[in-house]
């Protein structure tokens, strides 16, 4: 292991000369003292960046208070109506699984309450006031669209869920639909196992 002293300073210096984009012999010179060669960082390594490199529309904002650009904004937003002045009716999204006793009490499946552990997705959404027929239900991968005469929703889903196997239930006297999705996970067939 090398002592801190006289050959710190010249390997300091060694390095300054590599990473000096100027050839200047006073150069040697400023680099004997280390706090001259302290101001070099890492942006100081390699040519110097172009300033005349216009920036692409692309990336370019519009507005400085824009948050995010069009590319960004997430799927099924192509529903949202804001001139629509129906309201959002109350909903709640729960996850479920499968369970039987042997789960429960001998763990032989090794399912654990997590929401890893999910099969399905249950989407509660209340509508006083709606008949069954009135209701109209647009299910994608990861966006549900739901639409009444008094209501309108748009939810972004949790969850990917699969296109087949979903099913929906009106009750009438709860005024409530239920809406259960199955989910889709890139590694189901090695989690459920």
Known sequence: ??????????HLQALSTLLSTQQDDDGDEDCKNVTACAGLGPGHIGPPPKRDKEVSPVYEKKNSK???SEEEVAEG???DDFADPRPQPEYEVLLKQ???TEDMFLGLNRKDPSSMCCEAML???????????DVILD?????????TPKYKLGLHLPHPTHSHGGKAHFFSVREELEVTLLIKRPMDVVNMQ
């Not at 292991?1 to 010249?10: I, K, P």
């Not at 989407?123 to 027929?133: G, M, N, Q, S």
């Not at 994608?140 to 669209?145: C, I, R, S």
């Open 123 to 133: 989407v509660k959404i209340k509508l006083p006031d709606t008949e069954a027929t």
């Open 77 to 79: 937003s192509q529903y």
């Open 98 to 100: 499968s369970v039987g």
């Open 1 to 10: 292991m090398e002592c801190l002293g006289v050959s710190s300073a010249q």
């Open 66 to 68: 824009d948050i995010w």
């Open 139 to 147: 299910v994608k991968e990861k966006f549900l669209d739901l639409r």
